[in-house]
């Protein structure tokens, strides 16, 4: 943990998701509250999305982090008002024609619900 999932409207033109992914996990670890080991992070384009009344000229990039149970409100609020500074400040996002609604949503899961194991290559 954490696992971060970005979500972003298709109507972000010329925009590398990896390189943002590698930004937030960067912003994460500088908090110092996880291992890089530990942060799992992946994108998603939603081809299929409607901003209000459909106003295509509106994008979007919503972030949400799932952190266990057991960090502080603090914690949790620094680590929020970090990633959304890093996606605000991504320059191919900043280079857009059309504002990009940013959020940063983050998930607390009780460390009792998550299980983990790491396979071990035999080779």
Do not use: W
């Not at 979500?7 to 996990?25: G, R, T, V």
């Not at 106003?55 to 008002?81: C, F, M, P, W």
């Not at 320059?91 to 940063?104: A, G, R």
Request: glycine share 4%.
């Amino acid at each position: 943990m954490p696992h971060i999932i970005v979500d972003y409207s298709a109507n972000i033109e010329y925009f590398d998701p990896k390189q943002l992914l590698s930004q937030i996990n960067i912003s994460i670890i500088e908090t110092g509250y996880c291992d890089a080991i530990d942060i799992k992070s992946r994108a998603r384009k939603d081809d299929i999305f409607l901003i209000g009344e459909g106003d295509h000229n509106q994008a979007y990039v919503h972030v949400k982090v799932y952190l266990l149970s057991g960090r502080t409100e603090q914690q949790k609020t620094e680590i929020g008002e970090k990633v959304l500074q890093t996606v605000t400040s991504n320059q191919s996002l900043m280079n857009q024609k059309k504002p990009i609604q940013s959020c940063v949503e983050i998930v607390e899961m009780p460390k009792q619900d998550y299980f983990k194991q790491v396979i071990k290559s035999q080779f």
